[in-house]
């Protein structure tokens, strides 16, 4: 089974800041990566599809990279609104979540 | 737009099933190109998948649970349902539906993208 593994897993950052969460596979799942938020007490929100294709109704903000093993998610110009936990997700084999990367807005 | 809504009981018994059903609105169980899963959530933990089933019949479970798990389409009533059987308090956890759109499948395996359409999730207790 693919294992995926996401850094940091909580970060705090001010509004307005460039945030980076990482995302890497054990094994190579070419572009079938996914982003999603949660908001605690919500179901998640993909935000990203196939490691850069962002959903409609996605802020610009977001954005993703990567392929093969290892992914990105970037958020220019944090909100508010941001404060959340991001998962990544492998769709290459089966599904498999990362642990998640809780966001603060310090 | 496609919505999705959970239902089934809130409270099971230690050791036996669970069952849960998804239904769905706004567009079809049977339409080409989709999948249908399901993942759930510990208290405080991250998401787990569970399993999923294509549009075509193709079914996926994870690993840890594949001997306890079912999951299937009724296309008569645009549903799809989990059964979880000898549940423990292991298995207490917000439980989710959701689906999204197929890139392809072959040789056993589908490539699919995420899941854009979400239920907004049951709560789940396993307790006497």
């Known amino acids: 089974d693919i294992q995926m593994t996401q850094s940091p897993s909580s970060l705090s950052a001010s509004v307005g800041d460039r945030v980076t969460i990482t995302c890497r596979a054990s094994q190579y799942i070419s572009k079938y990566l996914n982003w999603y938020q949660q908001e605690p007490g919500k179901a998640p929100k993909l935000l990203i599809s196939a490691a850069s294709s962002l959903q409609s109704g996605v802020p610009s903000r977001f954005s993703g990279s990567g392929y093969g093993t290892d992914f990105t998610l970037t958020i220019s110009g944090l909100q508010p609104e941001d404060s959340a936990t991001y998962y990544c997700q492998q769709s290459h084999s089966s599904l498999t979540f990362g642990p998640g990367t809780k966001v603060d807005i310090k | 737009q496609v919505q999705l809504q959970e239902s089934g009981p809130g409270l099971v018994k230690p050791s036996q099933t669970l069952s849960l059903t998804c239904s769905v609105s706004?567009?079809?169980?049977?339409?080409?190109?989709?999948?249908w899963t399901w993942i759930r959530q510990h208290p405080g933990k991250g998401l787990e998948w569970i399993g999923y089933?294509?549009?075509?019949?193709?079914?996926y479970y994870n690993a840890s649970l594949r001997s306890r798990v079912t999951i299937s389409v009724d296309r008569s009533k645009n549903q799809f349902s989990l059964t979880l059987s000898s549940v423990t308090a292991a298995d207490t956890a917000v439980y989710y539906c959701?689906?999204?759109?197929?890139?392809?499948?072959?040789?056993?395996?589908?490539?699919?993208?995420?899941?854009?359409?979400w239920g907004q999730g049951t709560q789940v207790t396993v307790a006497s």
């Open positions: 089933i294509s549009d075509s019949g193709n079914i």
């Open positions: 959701a689906g999204g759109a197929l890139h392809y499948c072959a040789t056993g395996n589908c490539y699919a993208y995420g899941q854009a359409y």
């Open positions: 706004g567009g079809s169980v049977s339409r080409g190109g989709n999948y």
